[in-house]
C-alpha cells in the first residue's frame, strides 16, 4: 500500500479513521473480529496504531468493501495471506497486483502522450 500518511511511530483512531475513510466503531469491531489488527493502548488507554496496524486496516477494508468477502471469508484470507509471506510468496491480492500495474502503465502512457504533444 501506498506511504500517504504523515510520519509518526503512533497514530490516534481519529486519525486512522481519516487515513482509512472509516468510522471508528468500524475499526473497533474488526478488532474483535481480527486478530491481526490489535493496536496497542497508551498509558491513557487510547488505542496507539502504528503504520503496519493501519495497513492491515486498509487491507480488510479492500477485502470487505472491494473484494465482497464476508467477516469469515477474509479472516481466511488473511490467514492464507500470513502463510504466503512466511513462504516469502508475494501477499497482495492479485486484484490489488493488477490495479497496480493498470497504474503504472497509465502514467506511462500520460508521459508518452506528453512527450508526443510535446
Known sequence: MPDIFPDKEYYSI?????????KAHVLRYWETQ?????P???RAGNRAY??????VGQLIKHLLYTEMYTIE?????LQQ?????????????EQE???RVLDDVRRQLVELRE???G
Open 34 to 38: 481480527f486478530k491481526v489488527l490489535s
Open 81 to 93: 495471506l500470513k502463510q504466503m509471506r512466511k513462504k516469502g510468496v508475494d501477499a497482495l491480492p
Open 40 to 42: 496497542s493502548k497508551n
Open 73 to 77: 471469508g477474509a479472516q481466511r484470507k
Open 97 to 99: 497486483r493488477n490495479r
Open 115 to 117: 512527450l508526443i504533444k
Open 50 to 55: 502504528r503504520k503496519s496496524d493501519i495497513q
Open 14 to 22: 481519529s486519525e486512522v479513521c481519516e487515513i482509512t475513510d472509516l
